[in-house]
């Protein structure tokens, strides 16, 4: 598969790693304006989005106009997820966002939904999310952490919304920290007055996204239409 990276900073790098070892091979590298590079729908098979908030939205929707799929996990732009997705459908093209790639972090989501399910009636436990990321980062809360907090409102019609630190009643509070070479820890906790319950998925590196992300543009290839890593990982293991 002929692979661009849009965006080749920490992710970028671990995700050619990956790709190359998966016997792909990287035809493209953008780290800057998108219209400075020759795009040619013929040559690349899939572009990978791993940049940075303001250029995720323009790197997405330039691919689709040249007929080109695209997975993407950059964070922090998702005002604009739903104007990326019309774009797409009007290309004819195929999208993949996740804002966490990584195997172990679908299963985690998974696990989110179910807990929030189990404690939506029991009123003494309050939730709130903590995410550490390295001092690197540019947006937080993470897109991650937001997954969840909407994962568990949708369980919840009791909360309305999340914010970061202070949050009202019917809010999850998100609590952000950043800390050197930490490369994603996300808890989700249940506090009462008499225990609490905590689920908690730590990274200890970045190659679990890049697998996931390249695993991602492996499904994609010559497809149409816009999908989840939840259709990824069902066609990975058949269910
Ligand atoms: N969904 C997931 O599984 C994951 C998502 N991320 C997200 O991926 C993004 C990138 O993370 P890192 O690689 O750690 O950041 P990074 O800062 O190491 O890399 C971003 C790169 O984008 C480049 N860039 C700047 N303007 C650009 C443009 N117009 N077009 C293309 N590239 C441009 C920068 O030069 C930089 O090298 C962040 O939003 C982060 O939150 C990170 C890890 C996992
Ligand atoms: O910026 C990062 O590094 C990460 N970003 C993603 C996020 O915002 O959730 C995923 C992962 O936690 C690493």
Known sequence: ?????????????????????????????????????????????VAIDFSIPKAAFKNITTCFKHNIPVVSGTTGWLDNYEKARKICKEEDSAFIYASNFSLGVNVFFELNKKLAGMMQGLEDYKVDIEEIHHTQKLD????????????????NSKLKGWQLDDADEDEIPIYAKREENVPGTHTVTYDS?????????????????????VVAAEYLKGKQGIFTMKDVLSELFNN
Not at 15 to 36: F, M, P, T, Y
Not at 200 to 212: D, E, P, V
């Open 1 to 45: 598969m002929k692979i661009a990276l849009l965006g080749y900073g920490r992710m970028g790098k671990t995700i050619e790693e990956i790709a190359e070892q998966r016997g792909h091979e990287v035809v493209l590298k953008v780290s800057d304006d998108i219209d400075n590079h020759e795009l040619d729908g013929s040559k690349i098979d």
């Open 193 to 213: 007055p008499i225990d609490s319950i905590e689920i908690k998925h730590t990274a200890k590196s970045r190659q679990g996204f890049a697998l996931g992300a």
């Open 140 to 155: 937080a809360p993470s897109g991650t952490a937001i997954t969840l907090a909407q994962q568990i409102i949708e369980e």
